[in-house]
């Protein structure tokens, strides 16, 4: 017999067919999954319920706002996380930014249709105020400048994190990793690590694990966060990761322009006067190139 009321929860850990649900009010389960159907990520919405043995079994998985997805190793499209509601683009001096991954980041989240601020780690390594990430800044992503090693601005850090469900990107070595551990205490982490065993007492590991952080914050944890990609269904819908070429295309002659060689292309016409930067435009190219 089942437990017949419906409960309602939100996934944080999936080790295969089990991991862990948060019960909206409040608490940790260990769930299981029975149908071949249902493959909950982190971020998910669940429907779960007890049976008389105590095992608790999602049952349905909401239709999430959106979803993160990367390529994995063969080259195959696999969803990391669900309802995610911010990215948080790192960077730093060194290594030196890729521009291309960085505009295709900022595609991801326009398409996801979350937020995204730009976090500039290692300010200690700079002297210089200016930077090259004024351009952004004018496109309207929050811009703030920290050192997660020196400690420095770290406030506005832990702020953008509130009621949000984060996820921070970026490239090797800009330090993901040491920023994370900033956001959520060691102990927690360990804590957690040391409970990821199943019911039957076997230590599984996580790929992508979803911390509870304050104010009702929740951020996402996950390796292989560089292949991200941008879930493009239409080459039209690129341009939504280039704001300064997406608000001029309805001065384009042809609806459907894509600013490559159509003739009366408002963006190629703005891209002549420099009134837009020929970097980003070069990006954006790069993309319609890549998906034709
Ligand atoms: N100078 C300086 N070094 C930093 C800062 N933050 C991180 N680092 C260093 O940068 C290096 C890379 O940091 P990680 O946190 O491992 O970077 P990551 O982005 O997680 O890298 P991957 O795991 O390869 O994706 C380490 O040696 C850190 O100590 C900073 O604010 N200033
Ligand atoms: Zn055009």
């Known amino acids: ?55 608790i079994v999602v049952t349905k998985i909401m239709e999430p706002n959106n979803q993160l997805e990367r390529l994995n190793r ?50 200690d390594l700079v002297e210089k105020s200016d930077h090259q990430f004024q351009l952004y800044q004018q496109l309207g992503y929050p811009v703030i400048k920290i050192s997660a090693k020196k400690k420095i601005n770290l406030n506005p850090l832990f702020n953008l994190l509130n009621q949000q469900t984060t996820v921070l990107v970026g490239q090797s070595g800009v330090g993901k ?39 009702k914050g929740y951020l996402i944890d996950t390796p292989g966060i560089e292949n991200l990609n941008p879930k493009i269904l239409d080459i039209k819908e690129i341009e939504t990761g280039f704001r300064e070429i997406a608000s001029l295309s309805c001065d384009c002659r042809y609806r459907d322009c894509i600013h490559i060689n159509e003739p009366n292309c408002a963006v190629n016409q703005a891209l002549t006067k420099n009134e837009i930067a020929t970097q980003r435009y070069n990006n954006y190219k790069k993309l319609v190139d890549g998906f034709q």
Request: net charge positive; charged share 20%.
């Open 177 to 215: 990793s040491t920023i994370i551990n900033l956001l959520i205490p060691k102990d927690k982490i360990r804590t957690e690590a040391l409970s990821n065993k199943n019911q039957k007492g076997k230590h599984t590991t996580s790929t992508t694990t979803m911390h509870a952080v304050k104010n």
């Open 74 to 123: 063969y080259g195959q499209r696999q969803i990391i996380a669900s309802n995610v509601t911010q990215i948080l683009l790192i960077t730093a001096p060194l290594p030196k930014p890729n521009f291309l991954l960085i505009d295709k980041f900022i595609l991801i989240s326009e398409l996801m249709e979350c937020d995204l601020s730009i976090i500039l780690n290692k300010v």
């Open 1 to 55: 017999m089942e437990d017949s009321g419906k409960n309602i929860g939100k996934i944080t850990s999936v080790f295969g067919k089990t991991g862990i649900v948060e019960p909206t009010d409040g608490g940790r389960l260990y769930f299981l999954v029975k149908s071949q159907k249902l493959k909950p990520v982190v971020g998910d919405n669940v429907h779960w319920n007890k049976q008389s043995d105590g095992t």
